[in-house]
T-cell receptor
Framework: QKEVEQNSGPLSVPEGAIASLNCTYSDRGSQSFFWYRQYSGKSPELIMFIYSNGDKEDGRFTAQLNKASQYVSLLIRDSQPSDSATYLC???????????FGQGTILTVHP | GAVVSQHPSRVICKSGTSVKIECRSL??????MFWYRQFPKQSLMLMATSNEGSKATYEQGVEKDKFLINHASLTLSTLTVTSAHPEDSSFYICSATYRGGYTFGSGTRLTVV
């Protein structure tokens, strides 16, 4: 079974700190990886995607990919209370463009 | 940007009835749409892949006769939950591919009473 695993948390960080979210995947054929943020009762919002080894930065967010270790992470710098949400990691496999989601990590940023 | 409009946002139905959920791509053509289900405090689980003009492909364990998917045009895919039961109560979300990314509908909260 092709899986995506996340540390389920909940993760709690103070405002202004760095939040680190981790994800591993089992399908070595996965090519692209996505991080989504989901607020309660809402659909997921794309934060960023990454498909090359290394780091990719977008504002306060940095995604890191290590294909050899089958590991993806998301760093959120200067965390804000509005960042409090569930963060979903997803991997794009080789089958017909299907995304496989992790179980999500609940992040709480407290003032 | 690409927008997928999903309706209704909330629906309550009686056990044994059917409910139709619609997803429309507003400013692009969606050859493929994906339907997900999300139970409380759980992640998104792919139910089926919907392709315009052909039969949907269902994931293992998803009853195709219960969850009817129709993708009759490049901008509209529908999911019909037939003979709904309380255990079908969930958050249903559609998604379409667009320029290598994925755009999600706003979701439908189905409650079967």
């Amino acid at each position: 079974q092709k899986e995506v695993e996340q540390n389920s948390g909940p993760l709690s960080v103070p405002e202004g700190a760095i939040a680190s979210l981790n994800c591993t995947y089992s399908d070595r054929g996965s090519q692209s990886f996505f991080w989504y943020r989901q607020y309660s009762g809402k659909s997921p919002e794309l934060i960023m995607f990454i498909y090359s080894n290394g780091d990719k930065e977008d504002g306060r967010f940095t995604a890191q990919l290590n294909k050899a270790s089958q590991y993806v992470s998301l760093l959120i710098r200067d965390s804000q209370p509005s960042d409090s949400a569930t963060y979903l990691c997803a991997a794009l496999g080789t089958s017909y463009g299907k995304l496989t989601f992790g179980q999500g990590t609940i992040l709480t940023v407290h003032p | 940007g690409a927008v997928v409009s999903q309706h209704p946002s909330r629906v309550i139905c009686k056990s044994g009835t059917s409910v139709k959920i619609e997803c429309r791509s507003l400013d692009f053509q969606a050859t493929t749409m994906f339907w997900y289900r999300q139970f409380p405090k759980q992640s998104l689980m792919l139910m089926a892949t919907s392709n315009e003009g052909s039969k949907a492909t269902y994931e293992q364990g998803v009853e195709k006769d219960k969850f009817l998917i129709n993708h009759a045009s490049l901008t509209l895919s529908t999911l019909t939950v037939t003979s709904a039961h309380p255990e079908d109560s969930s958050f249903y979300i559609c998604s379409a591919t667009y320029r290598g990314g994925y755009t999600f509908g706003s979701g439908t909260r189905l409650t079967v009473v």
